[in-house]
């Protein structure tokens, strides 16, 4: 007995929807394997590097306090730096590390690389985009990649007025909370948040694309005094 057209056709409409159901399924296994790899690393590099490197910087501090008589090389070897701690660099997957931030209403943490230079950068974590550096007096603006799975900035729609996220920076070893006092989303040619008057406060900036890249949601967050 053959098919009539409309048996074809629903079999084929069947195979095509089992394709896609498929094919769905796969990509989100992939993005979910993605996210949970990359912040598997993120946190394995901020636990067992970054805070280990890190109390061995802050050490370095104390055992310089301890001494009474500073010679004159001991004082030179520490100039470059703020109080005592040498300015040594740390490289998460080749790019130089600037901090870390912690946002712990969304659960997440992730290496701050230095000054964004490539695109490549944000590939792998969040990056310094613009301003006077972590936990520095003034305006400090973070980028990061907003992937639908939460992955980087990707949970930043999820972060509130009042929410606490965290800053430490590298060079001196200070973990700093600050408070999330405005949230906006603005056109991508806007950057009038970068350039902005903080009247003597540390501030920071979470920068991510939304609306297939056409607009930029914009987080400002101050240092909690």
């Given at each position: 007995m053959r098919k009539s057209g409309f048996d074809r056709f629903l079999t084929v409409f069947l195979s095509i929807l089992v394709v896609g159901i498929i094919g769905l399924s796969v990509f989100l296994v992939y993005k979910y394997y993605q996210k949970y790899n990359i912040n598997k690393d993120a946190n394995e590099f901020i636990e067992d590097t970054f805070d280990e490197e890190l109390a061995k910087r802050k050490q370095k501090i104390d055992d310089t306090h301890d001494q009474e008589d500073e010679d004159e090389a001991s004082k030179e070897q520490n100039a470059g730096g703020i109080r005592g701690i040498d300015t040594d660099a740390l490289?998460?997957?080749?790019y130089v590390v600037a901090g870390?931030?912690?946002?712990?209403?969304?659960?997440?943490?992730?290496?701050?690389?230095?000054?964004?230079?490539?695109?490549?950068?944000?590939?792998?974590?969040?990056?310094?985009?613009?301003?006077?550096?972590?936990?520095?007096?003034?305006?400090?603006?973070?980028?990061?990649?907003n992937y639908r799975n939460g992955l980087f900035f990707g949970s930043n729609k999820n972060l509130k007025l009042g929410d606490t996220i965290y800053i430490t920076d590298w060079e001196t070893g200070n973990r700093r909370p600050y408070t999330i006092y405005n949230k906006y989303t603005t056109e991508e040619a806007d950057s009038t948040?970068?350039?902005?008057?903080?009247?003597?406060?540390?501030e920071v900036t979470l920068v991510t694309c939304q609306g297939d890249n056409r607009y930029r949601l914009v987080i400002y967050a101050k240092e909690q005094e």
């Open positions: 490289t998460y997957k080749n870390k931030i912690e946002m712990p209403t969304v659960n997440l943490q992730y290496p701050v690389l230095d000054y964004l230079t490539d695109m490549d950068q944000i590939e792998v974590s969040v990056a310094m985009l613009y301003g006077v550096g972590l936990n520095n007096v003034g305006n400090t603006v973070i980028i990061g990649h948040y970068m350039q902005r008057d903080t009247e003597g406060r540390r």
